[in-house]
């Protein structure tokens, strides 16, 4: 069984599976989910806890044993995997009994990372969904982030105005650990009254954690200014340049072969199976569809072109700085050039 994060909460209400798996790259969200069913595990009589950090090299026996070991003074027991990483062969044969034959009075929470399309459709994986609840955590976007925050802030009793929230958005974009505690502390000095643009000015740093994957997807998307915000964040942050051109070059190469395809074709628009072979997965391809109607395949190859002078500002071997190589490339790629 699948379910989103905020579904948990009330599926928890209806009483409790015997196997939860918890996987994403989002801290907060799956802190906050894995409290939840520790929660509900304590009403429900799951009195012992243990707590086990599988690396590879885990040994299972010993689990293996305790989970079959029968007592007539035997407790409900509350039993946490913890992977850092996929699990390996060894790992996936007992997750599959375990989800199989799930051991008496104990309830099994797997906690993972984000896992790729592979894992997801693992046999191990597959058992685990299809003999329990699997919730993936994700990222909570740009776009997303001011009205999560006007949800979050609402349950905390806290009035904020648009201007305000998006300050908000804006100082803690992908660090939702951060955004939460500035909710906390405005809740603490708010007393009760609506929380001001400038009162956020004043308490809420800048926490925002800068991704060269969200500067690709703003460029894609025209956001112009958000991914001039992104790239003098990266700078700030001390990101490697080369690092910052692959990934735009990344896209810059796709768009320029799915714009040749459309004008041999004579398409207005490529297929999402094309845009999807191009590199495009599924939430990439409407944005990667917008960057299209922007840029003229002339347009694009004359961009490709220019990435030969962006790279020779990175190795030093022209008078232009690289970071601002990369700010003429990228609000030209975003659709708004520097220079006409």
């Known amino acids: 069984m699948k379910l989103r994060p905020e579904q948990l909460q009330r599926h928890l209400l209806d009483g409790l599976q015997s196997v939860y798996v918890l996987c994403g790259d989002e801290p907060l969200l799956l802190q906050e989910s894995t409290d939840l069913i520790r929660q509900a595990a304590t009403k429900n009589g799951y009195s012992e ?10 040994s299972w026996d010993a689990l293996i044993a305790d989970s079959q070991a029968l007592s007539l003074f035997a407790e409900r027991k509350l ?57 993936t955590v994700y990222p909570v976007d740009a776009s997303a982030l001011p009205g999560w925050l006007s949800q979050r802030a609402q349950s905390l009793g806290l009035r904020l ?25 405005l809740r603490l000095l708010s007393d009760g009254n609506d929380i001001s643009f400038d009162t956020v000015a004043s308490l809420v740093s800048d926490s925002t954690r800068y991704s060269v994957f969200d500067l690709a997807d ?32 990344k896209d810059l190469r796709a768009l320029t072969l799915a714009a040749e395809q459309m004008s041999q ?8 199976q094309a845009l999807n072979q191009l590199g495009f997965w599924a939430k990439r391809q409407g ?27 990175i190795k030093g071997q022209s008078p232009e700085r690289a970071w601002d190589a990369l700010l003429r490339l990228t609000m030209a790629m975003a659709g708004r050039p520097l220079f006409v």
């Open 265 to 272: 074709s004579g398409q207005q628009a490529l297929s999402s």
């Open 79 to 135: 039993v946490e995997l913890r992977f850092s990483g996929k699990p390996d062969a060894a790992a996936a044969d007992v997750l599959i009994d375990f989800a199989q034959r799930p051991p008496e009075d104990t309830l099994l929470l797997i906690t993972l990372p984000k896992l790729d399309a592979a894992a997801q459709k693992s046999k191990w994986f597959t058992a685990l969904d299809n003999h329990g609840v699997q919730i």
């Open 161 to 185: 105005p648009t201007e305000a929230l998006q300050l908000l958005a804006d100082r803690t974009e992908g660090n939702l650990l951060a955004a939460a505690q500035a909710l906390e502390k």
């Open 218 to 249: 703003a460029v894609l998307m025209g956001d112009a200014s958000r991914a001039a915000r992104l790239l003098l964040g990266l700078e700030s942050e001390g990101q490697a340049e080369s690092v910052v051109l692959w990934a735009l070059q």
């Open 287 to 313: 944005p990667a569809q917008q960057a299209l109607r922007r840029l003229s395949l002339i347009r694009l190859q004359r961009l490709t072109s220019g990435v030969i002078d962006v790279d020779k500002a």
């Open 49 to 58: 806890r243990q707590v086990h950090a599988i690396e590879r090299g885990f």
